[in-house]
Protein backbone atom coordinates (compact mmCIF):
# COMPACT_ATOMS: atom_id res chain seq x y z
CA UNK A 1 0.00 0.00 0.00
CA UNK A 2 1.45 3.49 -0.69
CA UNK A 3 2.83 5.79 1.65
CA UNK A 4 0.67 8.99 2.82
CA UNK A 5 1.93 11.98 0.52
CA UNK A 6 2.80 13.58 3.41
CA UNK A 7 4.40 10.99 5.41
CA UNK A 8 7.02 10.39 2.32
CA UNK A 9 8.23 14.22 1.92
CA UNK A 10 8.77 14.41 5.39
CA UNK A 11 10.82 11.36 4.96
CA UNK A 12 12.48 13.17 2.13
CA UNK A 13 13.14 16.30 3.81
CA UNK A 14 14.75 14.14 6.55
CA UNK A 15 16.77 11.85 4.63
CA UNK A 16 18.20 15.41 3.11
CA UNK A 17 18.58 16.94 6.45
CA UNK A 18 21.19 13.95 7.81
CA UNK A 19 22.57 14.06 4.23
CA UNK A 20 23.58 17.82 5.06
CA UNK A 21 24.42 17.14 8.85
CA UNK A 22 26.91 14.14 7.50
CA UNK A 23 28.08 16.82 5.18
CA UNK A 24 29.11 19.57 7.64
CA UNK A 25 31.09 16.86 9.90
CA UNK A 26 32.66 15.37 6.74
CA UNK A 27 33.94 18.82 6.03
CA UNK A 28 36.96 19.41 6.79
CA UNK A 29 41.13 20.92 5.70
CA UNK A 30 39.90 20.79 2.30
CA UNK A 31 37.43 23.54 1.93
CA UNK A 32 40.18 25.64 3.53
CA UNK A 33 42.51 24.12 0.68
CA UNK A 34 40.10 25.49 -1.95
CA UNK A 35 39.46 28.39 -0.27
CA UNK A 36 43.60 29.04 -0.45
CA UNK A 37 43.56 28.14 -3.73
CA UNK A 38 40.67 30.63 -5.24
CA UNK A 39 42.18 33.27 -3.32
CA UNK A 40 45.90 32.70 -4.40
CA UNK A 41 44.90 32.49 -8.24
CA UNK A 42 44.55 35.71 -10.48
CA UNK A 43 41.90 33.80 -12.48
CA UNK A 44 38.51 32.94 -12.50
CA UNK A 45 36.41 29.92 -11.00
CA UNK A 46 35.15 27.89 -13.76
CA UNK A 47 32.23 25.65 -12.58
CA UNK A 48 31.34 22.49 -14.59
CA UNK A 49 29.14 19.40 -14.63
CA UNK A 50 27.01 17.09 -16.38
CA UNK A 51 23.27 16.62 -15.95
CA UNK A 52 21.86 17.55 -12.55
CA UNK A 53 25.29 18.53 -11.13
CA UNK A 54 25.51 20.84 -13.74
CA UNK A 55 22.36 22.45 -12.68
CA UNK A 56 23.82 22.62 -8.99
CA UNK A 57 26.61 24.18 -10.90
CA UNK A 58 25.40 26.96 -12.44
CA UNK A 59 24.11 28.19 -8.65
CA UNK A 60 27.06 27.69 -7.73
CA UNK A 61 28.66 29.41 -10.12
CA UNK A 62 25.76 32.38 -9.85
CA UNK A 63 26.62 32.70 -6.12
CA UNK A 64 29.96 32.50 -6.43
CA UNK A 65 29.37 35.40 -9.09
CA UNK A 66 27.14 37.48 -7.09
CA UNK A 67 29.23 37.51 -3.56
CA UNK A 68 32.46 38.79 -4.77
CA UNK A 69 34.15 35.72 -6.70
CA UNK A 70 34.16 36.21 -10.11
CA UNK A 71 32.89 33.17 -12.23
CA UNK A 72 31.01 31.19 -14.88
CA UNK A 73 29.53 27.82 -15.84
CA UNK A 74 30.99 25.68 -18.19
CA UNK A 75 29.37 22.73 -20.13
CA UNK A 76 31.78 19.68 -19.94
CA UNK A 77 30.92 18.74 -23.38
CA UNK A 78 30.47 22.03 -25.37
CA UNK A 79 34.11 22.42 -23.54
CA UNK A 80 35.06 19.17 -25.51
CA UNK A 81 34.43 20.80 -28.75
CA UNK A 82 35.98 24.09 -28.86
CA UNK A 83 34.99 26.38 -25.54
CA UNK A 84 38.42 24.99 -23.81
CA UNK A 85 39.16 28.76 -25.35
CA UNK A 86 37.32 30.28 -22.76
CA UNK A 87 39.79 29.14 -20.03
CA UNK A 88 43.15 30.89 -18.71
CA UNK A 89 46.28 30.29 -17.40
CA UNK A 90 45.62 29.99 -13.15
CA UNK A 91 41.66 30.12 -13.47
CA UNK A 92 40.18 27.33 -11.12
CA UNK A 93 37.99 24.61 -12.19
CA UNK A 94 35.08 23.36 -9.97
CA UNK A 95 34.57 19.96 -11.24
CA UNK A 96 30.84 18.59 -9.87
CA UNK A 97 29.85 14.49 -10.08
CA UNK A 98 28.17 12.55 -7.64
CA UNK A 99 30.45 9.46 -8.78
CA UNK A 100 33.72 10.97 -9.83
CA UNK A 101 33.86 8.74 -12.77
CA UNK A 102 31.37 11.29 -15.59
CA UNK A 103 33.13 10.29 -18.74
CA UNK A 104 32.56 14.09 -19.86
CA UNK A 105 34.04 15.92 -16.36
CA UNK A 106 37.26 12.75 -16.72
CA UNK A 107 38.27 13.87 -20.43
CA UNK A 108 37.91 17.42 -19.40
CA UNK A 109 40.83 17.14 -16.59
CA UNK A 110 43.38 16.51 -18.35
CA UNK A 111 42.46 19.52 -21.27
CA UNK A 112 42.25 21.67 -18.00
CA UNK A 113 45.73 20.56 -16.98
CA UNK A 114 47.25 21.79 -20.27
CA UNK A 115 45.47 24.92 -19.68
CA UNK A 116 47.02 25.73 -16.21
CA UNK A 117 44.05 25.60 -14.75
CA UNK A 118 43.94 24.94 -11.02
CA UNK A 119 41.60 21.79 -10.27
CA UNK A 120 38.86 21.17 -7.57
CA UNK A 121 36.73 17.99 -7.42
CA UNK A 122 33.34 18.35 -5.38
CA UNK A 123 32.36 14.85 -5.47
CA UNK A 124 30.70 11.58 -3.88
CA UNK A 125 33.40 9.28 -3.98
CA UNK A 126 37.08 9.63 -2.65
CA UNK A 127 38.23 6.80 -4.71
CA UNK A 128 37.10 8.33 -7.99
CA UNK A 129 38.86 9.10 -11.17
CA UNK A 130 38.25 13.06 -10.39
CA UNK A 131 39.24 12.80 -6.96
CA UNK A 132 42.88 11.38 -8.11
CA UNK A 133 43.18 13.90 -10.79
CA UNK A 134 42.13 17.12 -8.97
CA UNK A 135 44.32 19.22 -6.30
CA UNK A 136 41.07 19.71 -4.04
CA UNK A 137 38.67 17.26 -3.17
CA UNK A 138 36.05 18.32 -1.26
CA UNK A 139 33.99 15.29 0.25
CA UNK A 140 29.84 15.43 -1.37
CA UNK A 141 29.08 11.63 -0.37
CA UNK A 142 25.75 10.56 0.55
CA UNK A 143 24.20 7.56 2.26
CA UNK A 144 21.78 7.17 0.09
CA UNK A 145 19.42 9.72 -2.12
CA UNK A 146 16.12 10.63 -0.99
CA UNK A 147 14.32 9.40 -3.56
CA UNK A 148 12.31 6.47 -2.71
CA UNK A 149 13.63 4.61 -5.20
CA UNK A 150 17.18 5.93 -4.35
CA UNK A 151 17.78 6.70 -8.32
CA UNK A 152 16.95 10.31 -8.53
CA UNK A 153 19.37 12.71 -7.45
CA UNK A 154 18.06 14.18 -4.36
CA UNK A 155 20.46 14.10 -1.82
CA UNK A 156 23.65 14.37 -3.16
CA UNK A 157 22.55 17.37 -5.19
CA UNK A 158 21.29 19.45 -1.86
CA UNK A 159 24.39 17.90 -0.48
CA UNK A 160 26.32 19.54 -3.39
CA UNK A 161 24.65 22.83 -3.69
CA UNK A 162 24.72 23.25 0.30
CA UNK A 163 29.03 22.53 -0.08
CA UNK A 164 28.68 25.68 -2.89
CA UNK A 165 27.24 27.80 -0.55
CA UNK A 166 29.67 26.94 2.22
CA UNK A 167 33.01 27.73 -0.56
CA UNK A 168 31.06 30.84 -1.34
CA UNK A 169 30.55 32.08 2.26
CA UNK A 170 33.85 30.79 3.66
CA UNK A 171 35.26 33.30 0.33
CA UNK A 172 32.87 35.97 1.27
CA UNK A 173 34.46 36.45 4.87
CA UNK A 174 37.84 35.64 3.98
CA UNK A 175 37.46 38.20 1.20
CA UNK A 176 35.82 40.82 3.96
CA UNK A 177 33.17 41.26 1.31
CA UNK A 178 30.44 43.16 2.77
CA UNK A 179 26.74 44.45 1.77
CA UNK A 180 27.87 47.27 -0.03
CA UNK A 181 29.77 45.08 -1.74
CA UNK A 182 26.80 43.02 -2.97
CA UNK A 183 24.74 45.77 -3.25
CA UNK A 184 27.28 47.05 -5.89
CA UNK A 185 26.62 43.64 -7.84
CA UNK A 186 22.59 43.51 -7.43
CA UNK A 187 22.09 47.35 -8.70
CA UNK A 188 18.25 46.69 -9.25
CA UNK A 189 17.83 44.84 -5.97
CA UNK A 190 16.04 46.04 -3.08
CA UNK A 191 18.88 45.59 -1.12
CA UNK A 192 20.67 47.61 -4.10
CA UNK A 193 18.82 50.51 -4.04
CA UNK A 194 19.04 50.31 0.19
CA UNK A 195 23.35 51.19 -0.57
CA UNK A 196 22.87 53.58 -3.48
CA UNK A 197 24.38 56.73 -2.12
CA UNK A 198 23.49 60.86 -2.73
CA UNK A 199 26.02 60.75 -5.97
CA UNK A 200 24.00 58.02 -7.60
CA UNK A 201 21.04 59.99 -6.85
CA UNK A 202 22.05 63.53 -7.45
CA UNK A 203 21.60 66.77 -10.17
CA UNK A 204 25.07 67.61 -10.81
CA UNK A 205 26.68 70.15 -13.44
CA UNK A 206 24.44 72.46 -15.31
CA UNK A 207 21.15 71.06 -13.79
CA UNK A 208 22.15 72.48 -10.49
CA UNK A 209 19.56 75.19 -9.72
CA UNK A 210 22.97 78.03 -8.44
CA UNK A 211 22.28 81.33 -8.18
CA UNK A 212 24.58 84.21 -6.64
CA UNK A 213 23.90 85.98 -3.66
CA UNK A 214 23.79 89.44 -5.28
CA UNK A 215 20.68 87.87 -7.79
CA UNK A 216 17.84 89.82 -7.60
CA UNK A 217 14.79 88.14 -6.27
CA UNK A 218 12.71 88.78 -8.99
CA UNK A 219 14.95 86.83 -11.16
CA UNK A 220 15.84 84.05 -8.58
CA UNK A 221 12.27 83.52 -8.24
CA UNK A 222 11.92 83.57 -12.37
CA UNK A 223 15.59 80.74 -12.23
CA UNK A 224 13.57 78.74 -9.31
CA UNK A 225 10.32 78.41 -11.46
CA UNK A 226 12.21 77.33 -14.85
CA UNK A 227 14.74 74.74 -12.55
CA UNK A 228 11.31 72.55 -11.32
CA UNK A 229 12.45 72.06 -7.66
CA UNK A 230 11.07 74.60 -5.96
CA UNK A 231 14.72 75.70 -4.35
CA UNK A 232 17.68 77.31 -5.16
CA UNK A 233 21.21 77.37 -3.84
CA UNK A 234 22.80 80.49 -3.21
CA UNK A 235 26.86 80.00 -3.96
CA UNK A 236 30.07 82.39 -3.67
CA UNK A 237 32.19 83.11 -6.03
CA UNK A 238 34.29 79.75 -5.01
CA UNK A 239 31.34 77.64 -5.04
CA UNK A 240 30.89 77.85 -1.48
CA UNK A 241 27.34 77.20 -0.16
CA UNK A 242 25.77 80.64 1.34
CA UNK A 243 22.03 79.28 1.68
CA UNK A 244 19.07 77.53 -0.02
CA UNK A 245 16.19 79.83 -1.08
CA UNK A 246 12.90 77.33 -1.53
CA UNK A 247 9.29 78.23 -2.57
CA UNK A 248 8.32 78.01 1.82
CA UNK A 249 10.92 80.62 2.06
CA UNK A 250 9.28 82.51 -0.85
CA UNK A 251 5.58 82.45 0.53
CA UNK A 252 6.87 83.25 4.37
CA UNK A 253 8.60 86.54 2.66
CA UNK A 254 5.83 87.89 1.53
CA UNK A 255 3.42 87.20 4.78
CA UNK A 256 5.95 89.06 6.60
CA UNK A 257 6.98 91.92 4.60
CA UNK A 258 4.17 94.22 3.49
CA UNK A 259 6.21 96.08 0.71
CA UNK A 260 7.11 92.98 -1.40
CA UNK A 261 10.10 94.20 -2.69
CA UNK A 262 11.50 91.96 -5.27
CA UNK A 263 14.38 93.99 -6.21
CA UNK A 264 16.09 92.93 -2.83
CA UNK A 265 19.41 90.49 -3.18
CA UNK A 266 18.59 87.42 -2.53
CA UNK A 267 20.90 86.46 -0.03
CA UNK A 268 19.24 88.94 2.58
CA UNK A 269 15.89 86.65 2.37
CA UNK A 270 17.55 82.96 1.66
CA UNK A 271 18.23 80.67 4.92
CA UNK A 272 21.74 80.71 5.29
CA UNK A 273 23.91 77.98 6.81
CA UNK A 274 21.27 75.27 5.49
CA UNK A 275 21.49 71.99 6.01
CA UNK A 276 23.04 70.04 3.30
CA UNK A 277 24.17 66.37 2.91
CA UNK A 278 27.52 64.67 0.72
CA UNK A 279 28.29 62.65 -2.50
CA UNK A 280 29.45 59.40 -0.29
CA UNK A 281 26.52 59.50 2.13
CA UNK A 282 23.92 57.02 1.67
CA UNK A 283 20.78 58.17 -0.40
CA UNK A 284 18.34 56.87 2.96
CA UNK A 285 20.16 58.85 5.43
CA UNK A 286 20.02 62.04 3.13
CA UNK A 287 16.03 61.00 3.07
CA UNK A 288 16.34 60.90 6.80
CA UNK A 289 17.86 64.48 7.48
CA UNK A 290 14.98 65.47 4.67
CA UNK A 291 12.36 64.05 7.07
CA UNK A 292 13.86 65.00 10.17
CA UNK A 293 13.65 68.83 8.98
CA UNK A 294 10.49 68.45 6.88
CA UNK A 295 11.96 69.66 3.80
CA UNK A 296 12.03 67.67 0.05
CA UNK A 297 15.76 68.99 -1.54
CA UNK A 298 19.34 68.97 -0.21
CA UNK A 299 22.25 71.06 -1.24
CA UNK A 300 25.30 68.40 -1.91
CA UNK A 301 28.74 69.43 -0.62
CA UNK A 302 32.22 68.29 -1.15
CA UNK A 303 35.76 69.90 -0.08
CA UNK A 304 33.66 72.78 0.86
CA UNK A 305 31.87 73.38 -2.60
CA UNK A 306 28.28 72.85 -4.30
CA UNK A 307 28.53 70.10 -6.63
CA UNK A 308 24.77 68.51 -6.86
CA UNK A 309 21.58 69.00 -5.28
CA UNK A 310 19.75 66.00 -4.44
CA UNK A 311 15.46 66.33 -4.00
CA UNK A 312 13.15 64.41 -2.53
CA UNK A 313 11.45 63.38 -6.20
CA UNK A 314 14.98 61.92 -6.87
CA UNK A 315 14.35 59.78 -3.85
CA UNK A 316 10.85 58.43 -4.70
CA UNK A 317 12.02 57.55 -8.40
CA UNK A 318 14.64 55.17 -7.22
CA UNK A 319 12.32 53.61 -5.16
CA UNK A 320 13.87 54.05 -1.97
CA UNK A 321 10.43 54.10 0.05
Known amino acids: MNQNPLTS??????????????????????????????????????????????LVGKKISSTLSSTGTASFFLHPAEALHGDLGMIRERDIALLL?????????????????????????LVGNLDSTMARMSDVVINASVEREACPMNLAPTS???????LGDALAGALVEARGFKEKDFARLHPSGSLGRRFLIVRDLMHSGSS?????????????????????FGA?????????????????????YFERSAACNLDVPISQVMTASPRHTFPDRLAMEALKSMEDKSITSLPVVENEKVVGFLHLHDILRARLV
Open 97 to 121: SNSGETEEMVRLIPFLRRVGAGIIA
Open 156 to 162: STTVAMA
Open 208 to 228: VPKVAPDSLLRNSIVQMSRGG
Open 9 to 54: AKNILEIEIRALQTAAENLGDELVKAVDLILTSPGRIIVSGMGKSG
Open 232 to 252: LVVCGADEKLLGVFTDGDLRR
